[in-house]
């Protein structure tokens, strides 16, 4: 691994050395600078140069020096809108499009004060459009920070959630793209993570760290690789340029007894800066909970992210990211579980330099090392049979380490990329199981189906003789387990290297109006099990100015790779998991899956007020993930599936600030149709599916996000509105009042469910005798009349849900000009919508919606 990462860094070097040979941004971000002269071509000093996107709001400014040269650097990939002034001169004004890490070089010329001013911009709204072959969303510093974030730890998963149409949403941060479960994977100033970033997983970059997100749900790049249904390329902010030091600290109160602390400190010049975070939150329901009231659910999550630049000359930038984090949290409790306590620590390391040198003015070198180590704990109960209806300890480590580095060329109509990513992922695993309960896994049944303890029994030949029958739905691989029967724990150690090699080349290529975007990626996949693909890819897009439109359409090749936390005992158990094999009889590696995925979208805008894209994606995969989760723990386990057909839409309409308002809707559908059988895992919460086709939860017919907002001038008061509708993900563990009367009281009771006017109690469940086919249902699922339900055509789903948020604030409270006092009181679940995320699922467990939820911050900006 290490002879083979540093010759093809050393190769990707030699052919940049190669090219004929300013300072510069690193990572995804780009670069903007010039020289700003007079009519007679004499330098403009102190000149105010200013880009802004009208759609993100995204604006930087900067000051031209004596030589009459500008620099905005660590710029987001987008169009914008750029004016220079200065005084006794006519304003410039021109549109620059950001694509990549090619500085752009603008010779700006002023006219003389009374003269015509200089304006070369479309028209017809078209400075709203992007016209690029793959659909995305843009979300930048400010949008973020107004969002109504109501998931300690995981704001950053809800940024993107909210953000995006193509995302359903789910429990503790999760959440799915494109009808994927988690196939995320997180570019952060050009370091790659395909890891999960969850709390429930590892820890994720503070939002008060980042400058810009750019959402990709089309067509990857080639550059990007591993897991694609949604690429999250974002920048972080950095302390170069800065005129004078500048920071925040906010202190903020909420419900659930939760307190957060925030705190920025920017500060640095045109040649060294620094940013740093520092954040920590604690709160009294920091998972979602099983249970409406938390209960058991108390956590703290605590963050340092630390950016370091320094720009020598005008062709080299290094930088440096180190982030530390930790998440500490209970296991939140069930009415059946009261007395458990389980707990789970997870931390985080992250050290990630980056170099660039610019060759000319064309071309770019960029060389980004990276090493991320992720520690998860997880502790039982002092008495493990406290926990129900298995005890349960894990300890594991995910070390991930490497480098990518490419050579960006932009010359005439080309913007060609090569590069190489090399990775290797170091697991280590230790995980302690062992079943509590005799009622979980009975041997025997009674006449009624009942399930009887009969702790001394383990062959299930034996029930006979004891006056009873056998359990058809017996798990016979946990019997060894059964602690309640004379077994032993399931103890498993297991460790493994993951070693990834990719090369790639893309070009984007552009004809007039017409964008086009070839590449090629080469991945191989050394793990458990040995793979490679080649995976070309290809788009177009084409701009019909008069009307204001974008068209666009792509093929994607891609190779997708498996979830590595957990993987060395998933990849042991074989089909069906531990719960159908005795261990090791039957083990099945997770193979790398492939994937052809096809998208076609248009963006049209409507004047210069309002912008509307809309994209429809097909994506058929061969060897489809998910997570197999551990009853209600965060343990999961990557699974794999035969094949998944999804396909969808994804929409949003928007207009860019108007006096102060702004209002963006996203949108989106999805059909997820997965194909047994089902390799991996541990234990199931309910039936995964066999060898039939059936929807996974990720499966949703709608879900919307409307955001609202008014802002009187640039940090004046504030108000904003959050409407989030969802159809409801599907939930098959209650297909029918069969299911349905088979739970206890407290499941029944989290479900709403009825029969007629009879409803259960957390300690008794409703029975056939108060039950017919005629008179149930619930109000928080969906359960399909009876003898209706399908897994494919028909299956039961989580209720409809609306969810309503509502803020109010000020950036400037006594209208100061140099230190600034803030103000924000935000309301997340007004109505107090009492409502499911999921039930019973073998891919999440069950999770209520966050109760109505109160959060007052005061803040401090210099």
């Known amino acids: 691994m290490k002879r083979t990462l540093a010759l093809s860094v050393l190769g990707v070097v030699c052919l940049a050395l190669t090219l004929p040979v300013e300072a510069q941004s690193l990572g995804g971000a780009g670069t903007v600078g010039g020289t700003v002269a007079d009519p007679s071509g004499a330098v403009v000093p102190k000149a105010t140069v200013t880009i802004v996107n009208r759609v993100t709001n995204y604006r930087q400014t900067s000051t031209t020096d004596n030589n009459g040269t500008f620099r905005l650097t660590n710029v987001p990939p ?61 979300v930048d510093t400010k949008t973020l920070g107004q969002l109504p974030i109501n998931s300690p730890g995981s704001g950053l998963s809800d940024a993107v959630m909210l953000s995006s149409g193509a995302v359903a949403a789910d429990s503790n941060g999760f959440f799915h793209p494109l009808g994927d479960h988690a196939q995320t994977s997180f570019s952060v100033d050009g370091q790659p993570i395909g890891d999960q970033q969850s709390k429930s997983f590892s820890t994720q970059l503070p939002l008060n760290a980042v400058q810009s997100m750019e959402l990709i749900t089309g067509a990857p790049p080639a550059e990007f690789g591993d897991k694609t249904s949604l690429i999250v390329n974002t920048v972080t902010k950095s302390g170069l340029g800065q005129k004078r030091p500048t920071g925040s600290f906010v202190a903020q109160w909420g419900s659930f007894a939760t307190y957060s602390e925030e705190a920025t400190l920017a500060m640095g010049g045109p040649k060294v800066g620094n940013f740093i975070s520092v954040d920590a939150i604690r709160s009294g329901r920091f998972l979602d909970t099983p249970e409406f009231t938390p209960i058991h659910a108390i ?19 290094f930088h440096l990211n180190i982030f530390a984090a930790r998440n500490w949290f209970q296991i939140p409790n069930t009415y059946d579980q009261l007395g458990q306590d389980q707990r789970q620590k997870a931390s985080t390391f992250n050290f990630a330099p980056g170099y660039q040198h610019t060759f000319g003015a064309k071309t770019v070198l960029t060389v980004n090392p990276f090493v991320r180590k992720d520690w998860v704990n997880y502790y039982p109960s002092r008495d493990p049979f406290a926990d129900t209806p298995a005890t349960l300890a894990q300890k594991r480590t995910l070390t991930n380490w490497g480098v990518k580095a490419d050579v960006a060329y932009a010359s005439g109509r080309h913007n060609i990329k090569v590069g190489t990513q090399l990775m290797q992922t170091r697991l280590n695993e230790n995980f302690t199981f062992g079943v509590t309960d005799p009622g979980f896994n009975a041997v025997c049944v009674d006449d009624n189906g009942d399930p009887q303890e009969l702790p001394g029994i383990t062959n299930p030949a034996n029930c006979g003789a004891a006056g009873f029958t056998e359990n058809p739905n017996l798990i016979p691989g946990l019997i060894p387990y059964d602690l309640t029967r004379g077994g032993a724990p399931f103890q498993f150690k297991g460790s493994a290297n993951v070693n990834q090699y990719a090369f790639y080349i893309q070009d984007s290529i552009k004809f007039g109006n017409l964008n086009l975007q070839a590449g090629l990626r080469v991945d191989s996949y050394h793990g458990l099990v040995t793979d490679s693909s080649a995976q070309p890819r290809v788009g177009a897009s084409y701009l019909i100015k008069p009307t204001g439109t974008v068209i666009r359409a792509s093929y994607s090749r891609t190779f997708e790779t498996p979830y590595n936390e957990n993987l060395v005992l998933s990849s042991a158990t074989g089909v069906g998991g531990l719960a159908g094999n005795a261990f090791g009889a039957a083990s099945v590696p997770l193979p790398p899956g492939n994937r052809n995925q096809y998208n076609a979208g248009l963006e049209q805008a409507f004047g210069r007020f309002l912008v509307a894209s809309a994209d429809y994606f097909w994506k058929y995969t061969n060897n489809a993930y998910d997570f197999g989760t551990l009853f209600d723990t965060p343990i999961a386990f990557p699974i794999s599936w035969r094949k998944s057909k999804l396909d969808g839409v994804a929409v949003r309409i928007g207009t860019p600030t108007l006096h102060g308002f702004q209002w963006t809707t996203t949108m989106g559908h999805t059909r997820a149709r997965y194909f047994g059988p089902e390799t991996g895992g541990l234990v199931f919460n309910n039936d995964v599916g066999g060898d039939a086709v ?31 509708y969802d159809s409801g993900l599907v939930a098959g563990a209650v297909g029918s009042l069969e299911d349905a009367l088979g739970l206890t009281g407290a499941q029944q009771s989290a479900i709403g469910f009825f029969c007629g006017s009879a409803r259960p109690t957390i300690d008794t469940p409703l029975t056939d005798s108060q039950c017919t086919t005629s008179n149930y249902g619930a109000t928080r699922l969906v359960i399909p009349k009876e ?39 935000t309301v997340t679940n007004l109505g107090n919508k009492v409502a499911l995320y999921n039930f019973l699922s073998t891919f999440s467990g069950t999770h209520f919606v966050t109760p109505r939820a109160y959060q007052a911050a005061i803040g401090f900006v210099f």
């Not at 956590?299 to 930038?317: E, K, L, S, V």
């Open 787 to 825: 003898g209706t339900e399908n897994d494919d055509h028909n299956p039961p789903r989580v209720a409809p849900r609306h969810v309503f948020d509502i803020g109010a604030g000020t950036d400037n409270l006594f209208h100061t000009e140099r230190y600034r006092t803030t103000l924000r009181f």
């Open 694 to 724: 059936f929807r996974i939860d990720h499966d949703q017919a709608f879900q919307q996000t409307t955001n609202l907002r008014y802002q009187h001038g640039s940090s004046g008061p504030w108000v904003a509105f959050t409407w989030r």
């Open 78 to 138: 987008n169009p914008y809108h750029l004016e220079a002034s200065a005084p006794s001169f006519a304003s410039y004004e021109q549109d620059v499009d950001v694509r990549g890490t090619v500085p752009l070089d603008l010779k700006i010329k002023l006219a003389l004060a009374g003269t015509s001013s200089t304006v070369t911009v479309e028209a017809a709204g078209a400075d709203l459009l992007e016209n690029v072959p793959y659909a995305h969303n843009d």
């Open 299 to 317: 956590g703290n999550n605590g963050t340092i992210f630390d950016r370091f630049d320094y720009q020598p000359n005008g062709r080299d930038a």
